[in-house]
């Protein structure tokens, strides 16, 4: 087990902030996805732990012990690359046993060790073969494999799973977790893709603009994002957020876009120290109930179904209502599923539990 | 489909192809037309000749071949070619990559070297020749100049005409010329190796050395195939960059086959005996391409 620890990481390139004084601690054993759209600097932090970047500012750190100027083969990591980098030159086998050549290993052993991993990853077959005559998917698992071969106590994924197609990715992602559960070994894992990350990651960061936005257990950024752009990366379809004014600080009254929300007593309290009258609001698709779901109690207004998106055990209803944003809600309700349509009028229900609200102007949850 | 019908989908089919062979026939006549008025017939015509006493018009037979292989300098002229072209392509080849892979390194100023760098190749090689025979020249050449004034040397020596290095100084001149274009074609080669095999070889536990051989090398391997094939055939018929340096001399040491040709065919007036050297050594790179093409490179190998 191994532990890796950012302690205010900064990476500029000339006056481009790439990353931006990242101090995170990854949880030792752990499925840890780093996650963010496109240039927020996810994949230059997973490079700095490789050591293929040096930080401008600040150290990594393995097991507590400052790597920051190490090279990589000092580090007792290995790296799964998003080309997968494999060297077609060199067979299946000379692939995979290429770490373990390096650090000396008699040719026996090393077969050993070869077999063993390509037997877990369903590739014995293949050893032979120069890596160019396989298949996308054999591809990755020799790629991987050359990364478990040597049984290093980290290891990092760059977008792993980008160039496989959907099938592939679903088999790959959940044997990856299949795989890091087995051996107990760090993984760090980049990906853009928030349902790769959801799915299988015991942990997430994730960045914008070279900042950590929130970090912690996938669940927690779900449920309780620390802010507006947590909240609308994670999940699919977006949560769904809208500008509102809290008109009436003792009931506490959302005004949004002409529909109260009247919220529940329970969080009252927090309402009252929101300082501003304006706010955001984010309601997730499965917290916004329709037709007769939900309770009674529970703020209401209505809305015209726009389109619906079926998936079989559940649909998604695109909503137009008074606000500004069309709302997205899920419904698994079988009653809802057979009887709404284009052009409905549906009474729409939102769960005053699962309301989150914003700063408008920085973004954080007040709570 | 009846009976009938098939055989007259066949008969189509086979038209077809007739046609398509004419058509394969008529495209490839002009190559095979030009590869023979040009190519063929004079080799043919050599042969011949070898095979005559142009003086009087007689047939000879083997008479110029048994005189070029009772020639002792035939051998050592044969000897000095191997030196020289064995002695090129490994220079060439040493600096051409080197130099690669320094201008792969991102520098300052390093497009303007990439582009002076080809010089030596864009200057006529009588230009060449001249220029180094000025900077070697005993008496007036500038780096005799130098070595005697920081007393390098204690007297001038004109490389060119000692013996001892006259072959030596001839290959590196032309080592310099031709230098450029192995070290551009390494450098484009270097530039289409995708950074991440590097890498990957890095965190596997490689370092610099082991990164040249397991990444660099087996991407350099086709190209460098093709360089050394072509390099070996160009650098073997060279006649005028020796020519020009040394004439052959002094007392022969710079005699390659192509200069011992002109000198025999030309300067001794032995049209005979010029060819039957010429058809030895058409035959000797013959022998040389059939051999290379025996590496695994060019048998559709399965790594690669």
């Known amino acids: ?123 014995e077959d293949k050893l032979d073969q120069p890596p160019s005559e396989l298949s996308g998917g054999q591809q990755q698992r020799v790629a991987l494999g050359r990364s478990l071969v040597r049984k290093p106590e980290v290891i990092l994924l760059d977008e792993p799973l980008s160039s496989l197609d959907e099938k592939l990715r679903l088999e790959m992602r959940t044997e990856l977790a299949r795989i890091q559960q087995e051996l107990g070994t760090t993984f760090v894992h980049v990906t853009h893709n928030q349902e790769d ?171 | 489909m009846s009976f009938a019908d098939q055989f007259a989908f066949r008969d189509r089919l086979e038209g077809i192809e007739r046609k398509g062979t004419l058509i394969g026939i008529a495209l490839v006549t002009p190559a095979v037309a030009l590869v023979l008025v040009t190519i063929v017939y004079p080799f043919l015509n050599a042969v011949q000749i070898s095979f005559t006493d142009l003086g009087t018009g007689q047939f000879v037979g083997l008479e110029h071949y048994q005189w070029l292989v009772s020639h002792d300098g035939f051998w050592t002229f044969t000897w000095y070619s191997i030196v020289w072209t064995v002695g090129n392509i490994v220079l060439q080849g040493a600096f051409g990559i080197g130099i690669a892979l320094l201008l792969h390194e991102k520098f300052f100023g390093r497009d303007a070297i990439r582009t002076v760098m080809l010089v030596p190749f864009v200057v006529p090689t009588a230009v060449t020749a001249i220029t180094w025979r000025w900077l070697f020249n005993s008496s007036y050449g500038p780096l005799n100049y130098w070595a005697v004034e920081f007393g390098v040397l204690s007297g001038a020596v004109n490389p060119l005409t000692e013996t001892s290095y006259a072959l030596a100084t001839v290959t590196l001149v032309n080592v310099w010329r031709w230098t ?83 000198d025999i065919a030309f300067n001794l007036q032995n049209i005979g005996r010029g060819t039957a050297v010429s058809v030895v050594l058409f035959l000797m790179l013959v022998a040389f391409v059939v051999a290379y093409f025996q590496q695994e490179e060019f048998k559709g190998g399965t790594f690669g």
């Open chain 1, 1 to 123: 087990m191994t532990k890796i620890e950012l302690d205010h990481v900064t990476k500029e390139y000339g006056s481009l902030v790439a990353v931006d004084d990242i101090a995170i601690e990854f949880t030792e054993g752990a499925y840890t996805m780093i996650l963010g759209p496109s240039g927020c600097g996810k994949s230059t932090t997973l490079r700095m732990i490789a050591g293929l970047e040096t930080p401008t500012r600040g150290d990594v750190l393995i097991d507590g012990e400052v790597v920051t100027d190490q090279p990589p083969r000092h580090r007792n990591l290995s790296m799964v690359f998003q080309s997968l980098a494999l060297w077609n030159h060199k067979s299946v086998r000379e692939n995979m046993g290429f770490g373990l050549q390096m650090e000396g290993v008699d040719k026996e052993e090393r077969n050993a060790r070869i077999e063993e991993i390509a037997a877990v990853l369903q590739i």
């Open chain 2, 180 to 262: 450029p274009l192995v070290a551009l074609v390494v450098f484009a080669v270097l530039q289409t190796i995708p950074q991440e095999e590097y890498e990957a070889a890095r965190v596997e536990g490689a370092g610099l050395l082991q990164e040249f051989y397991h990444v660099t090398v087996p991407h350099l391997q086709g190209s460098l195939t093709i360089l050394g094939l072509l390099g070996v055939l160009l650098t073997f018929n060279i006649f005028d960059m020796v020519w020009l340096l040394t004439e052959g001399g002094p007392v022969g040491v710079t005699t390659t086959l192509p200069v011992f040709i002109y």
């Open chain 1, 197 to 367: 990350a959801m799915t299988i990651a015991d942990e997430i960061l994730l960045l914008n603009e070279g900042e950590v936005q929130q970090f912690g257990p996938s669940l927690d950024l779900y449920h309780e994002p620390d802010n507006e752009f947590v909240a609308d990366f994670i999940g699919s379809p977006s949560i769904n957020l809208f500008d509102a004014n809290i008109v009436e600080n003792g009931a506490v009254r959302l005004d949004a876009g002409g529909i109260s929300l009247d919220l529940p007593e329970r969080h009252r309290d927090q309402y009252l120290s929101v300082p501003r009258s304006d706010v955001r609001v984010g309601v997730r698709p499965e917290s916004m109930y329709l037709g007769d779901d939900g309770e009674s109690g529970w703020p209401a207004f209505s809305a015209t179904v726009d389109v619906v998106e079926t998936f079989g055990d559940y649909n998604w209803y695109y909503l137009q209502s008074d606000l500004e944003e069309s709302l997205v809600s899920q419904s698994a309700n079988v009653n809802v599923m057979n009887s709404l349509s284009r052009g409905d009028e549906v009474t729409v229900r939102v769960n005053p539990e699962s309301v989150h609200l914003f700063d408008p102007k920085s973004g954080e949850a007040y709570f």
